[in-house]
């Protein structure tokens, strides 16, 4: 059976600080597109590879890699809310395909997951419970943090167990391009916040999180005035990446150290190991070739935002 893989960057400051009306009509046909082809693949199944941000995976236990039997998005930065449409038997076999495989994974049976599982779903899909998902995550920010090669090989393993289903299979990467908001990080937390990073912030206080949300709009906007208010955007790094992915050398990408990444790019953008699993995962189809992909910087969104469609080569 033929696959489809649809990587998209993902931004909570939708609709909260956007760019002028042409770029996110620009950005908006690109969706549309994407959401177009998906819908004449007619996908039986999807693999969604994403990070999360102190959401749903905490300090208490953080695991590199995760894979979810049941998932339920929160909703935050007014994204979809609610459960996804998990099949749970085929969530277990890929845990123990991927243990079989020498890959440490984690399972959940009850997943919280945030705007990086919920957007690419509500926005490629038309919502989170219109196709069958088995959710992946890949600690993106939360050092330590997984390598390339792991994420590559992760993503390998999950591709070979979805090519034995005999279903159409959309994969998804989803995460930004080079960026760096303002993520806390352990080691420089204060008391509250640490305790929030160390697992309280699983159940945060509607007060908490507006102030949070209001936080990162506040960012946005002075990033826009000021580029180095924040680590800066690099999109000659994000379209050479890009490029390794299009022209399938995503083995090369192994070489390059975390530290390498944060230093060229930013602490965040560690989210593109979702887009190299994804990308693992289609080769295990076999050839496949660019159907289209996109890119540009978007500072309102703190982010190098970009697209990617790979189809398999009949």
Same mark, same amino acid.
């Given at each position: 059976?033929?696959?489809l893989?649809?990587?998209?960057s993902?931004?909570?400051?939708?609709?909260?600080?956007?760019?002028d009306?042409?770029?996110?009509?620009?950005?908006?046909?690109?969706i @549309?597109q994407?959401?177009?082809e998906i819908?004449?693949f007619?996908?039986e199944?999807?693999?969604?590879?994403?990070p999360?941000h102190?959401?749903?995976?905490?300090?208490d236990?953080?695991?590199p890699?995760?894979i979810g039997?049941?998932a339920y998005?929160?909703g935050?930065?007014?994204?979809?809310?609610?459960d996804l449409?998990?099949?749970?038997?085929?969530?277990?076999a890929a845990?123990?395909y991927v243990?079989?495989?020498?890959?440490?994974?984690?399972?959940?049976?009850k997943?919280?997951?945030?705007h990086g599982? @919920?957007q690419?779903l509500?926005?490629?899909l038309g919502?989170i419970?219109?196709?069958?998902?088995?959710p992946?995550?890949?600690?993106?920010v939360?050092?330590?943090?997984?390598?390339?090669?792991?994420?590559r090989?992760?993503?390998?393993a999950?591709?070979?167990?979805?090519a034995t289903?005999n279903?159409r299979?959309?994969i998804?990467?989803?995460?930004?391009?080079?960026?760096?908001?303002?993520v806390?990080?352990?080691?420089?937390a204060?008391?509250?916040v640490?305790?929030?990073?160390?697992?309280s912030g699983?159940?945060l206080?509607?007060?908490?999180?507006?102030a949070r949300?209001?936080?990162v709009?506040?960012?946005a906007?002075?990033?826009?005035?000021d580029q180095n208010s924040?680590?800066?955007?690099n999109p000659?790094?994000?379209?050479?990446f890009?490029?390794?992915?299009?022209?399938?050398r995503v083995?090369?990408?192994?070489k390059?150290?975390?530290?390498?990444?944060?230093?060229?790019?930013?602490k965040?953008?560690?989210?593109?190991?979702?887009?190299?699993?994804?990308?693992?995962?289609?080769?295990?189809?076999?050839?496949y070739?660019?159907?289209?992909?996109?890119?540009r910087?978007?500072?309102?969104?703190?982010a190098?935002?970009?697209a990617?469609t790979?189809?398999?080569v009949?």
């Open positions: 059976m033929p696959a893989l649809q990587c998209l993902h931004t909570p400051l939708v609709g909260l600080v956007d760019p009306k042409p770029i996110l009509d620009e950005i908006n046909g690109v @549309a994407a959401r177009k819908e004449a007619d996908p199944l999807v693999l969604l590879f994403s999360d102190y959401n749903g995976f905490f300090y236990v953080m695991p890699f995760c039997t049941a998005a929160i935050d930065f007014g994204s979809a809310k609610g449409l998990v099949p749970a038997e085929l969530a277990e845990v123990q243990l079989d495989a020498d890959i440490d994974v984690a399972i959940s049976y997943m919280q997951v945030d599982f @919920a690419p509500e926005f490629l919502g419970d219109k196709v069958p998902v088995i992946v995550f890949i600690n993106s939360a050092v330590p943090l997984p390598s390339f090669k792991r994420a090989l992760l993503g390998a999950l591709g070979r167990y979805v289903l279903k299979v959309l998804i990467g989803s995460g930004g391009l080079s960026h760096q908001p303002p806390p990080e352990l080691v420089s204060n008391e509250l640490k305790d929030r990073m160390l697992g699983r159940n206080p509607a007060d908490e999180r507006q949300t209001q936080r709009i506040d960012a906007r002075h990033f826009v005035a924040l680590y800066p955007l000659e790094w994000d379209q050479w890009l490029e390794q992915l299009i022209t399938g083995n090369e990408l192994d390059i150290t975390n530290k390498e990444i944060s230093e060229k790019a930013g965040s953008t560690h989210e593109v190991k979702n887009w190299v699993a994804a990308a693992a995962a289609m080769a295990t189809f076999g050839d070739q660019k159907k289209s992909s996109y890119y910087p978007v500072p309102e969104w703190i190098g935002y970009g990617l790979l189809t398999s009949e």
